[in-house]
């Protein structure tokens, strides 16, 4: 058995459900917003071999949910540069 420490992975990604949460809103997710929304989301315990196969499969690696908040706010700029480059 190994010693390797099981990582968090959410189910759906938690940035999709916080760029879904915030697009409903229609404004900015606040900090405590964000906690919450975390605390909530279905998650698994993966081997970290495992959620690096998921991360490939989904084409990019989830926020750090230790770090949700200062993660959510890098990643909330990259897909709003995104969405403004895709309407260009």
């Not at 919450?36 to 998650?43: E, G, L, M, N, P």
Request: aromatic letters at 8%; a negative charge; glycine letters at 4%.
């Amino acid at each position: 058995m190994s010693d390797e420490p099981l990582i968090l992975y959410f189910i759906p990604s938690l940035v999709a459900v916080l760029w879904h949460d915030e697009k409903a809103k229609g404004r900015p997710l606040t900090e405590q917003e964000v906690i919450a929304i975390r605390d909530k989301c279905a998650v698994v315990a993966l081997k970290p071999e495992t959620a690096r196969e998921m991360d490939e499969k989904r084409g990019y690696k989830d926020i750090d949910a230790d770090n949700c908040w200062g993660s959510w706010v890098a990643a909330r700029e990259g897909l709003i540069a995104y969405e403004r480059n895709k309407k260009e």
